[in-house]
């Protein structure tokens, strides 16, 4: 049983970073444009003409 007074406070700290790390991306636009991104990977600009 003392194995749980480390183990639930370790998952709460790392629940905790994980929460952070997911806010930290949304606020910094990582999820503004699925559609576009889906749209690039379609394209043919890089392909050169023969």
Excluded at 33 to 48: P, Q
């Amino acid at each position: 049983m003392n194995v749980l007074l480390y183990l639930i406070p370790l998952a709460l700290v790392l629940g905790a970073i994980g929460l952070a790390a997911f806010l930290w991306s949304l606020n910094s636009g990582q999820y503004d444009d699925l559609e576009g991104s889906a749209a690039r990977m379609l394209s043919d600009d890089d392909v050169e003409e023969r």
